[in-house]
C-alpha cells in the first residue's frame, strides 16, 4: 500500500455541527425500543423489513450516532491519540 492510497483524515468528527435531535450519541449497549439500533445488535431485524410488511424504519440518528463514534475513533488515531491501556477493556472484548 502506498502513502497515496491512505484514506482522507476526519478534519471533524461525523455529525459534528448535528442537532442532539438528529443524534443518538453513544449508541446504546442494548435497546427494547423498536427500530432502535444498539452495540450488540446494530440495525434490528425489524428495520430490514419494508414497514408495509410489519417492518419499521430505521433511526437516521442512529446512524449519525454510530458514525459519529468510528470518525471519533479514527480521529483521535489519525492525531496520535491512543488510549491508555484497561484490562477491563481488554478483557470484555
Known amino acids: 500500500m502506498k502513502k497515496t ?3 482522507p483524515q476526519f478534519p471533524t468528527v461525523w455529525g459534528a ?8 450519541y453513544p449508541i446504546p449497549g442494548t435497546s427494547n425500543a423498536l427500530g ?3 452495540l450488540n445488535l446494530g440495525f ?3 428495520t430490514f423489513v419494508a414497514p408495509e410488511a410489519g417492518g419499521s424504519f ?7 450516532g454510530a458514525l459519529r463514534m468510528l470518525a471519533t475513533a479514527a480521529q483521535n488515531y ?3 491519540v491512543f488510549p491508555p ?7 470484555a472484548v
Open 5 to 7: 492510497d491512505f484514506s
Open 17 to 24: 455541527g448535528a442537532d442532539s435531535t438528529h443524534l443518538q
Open 36 to 38: 432502535r439500533a444498539s
Open 44 to 46: 434490528p431485524p425489524a
Open 58 to 64: 430505521m433511526f437516521g440518528e442512529d446512524m449519525n
Open 78 to 80: 489519525e492525531s496520535g
Open 85 to 91: 491501556f484497561s484490562a477491563a477493556f481488554a478483557q
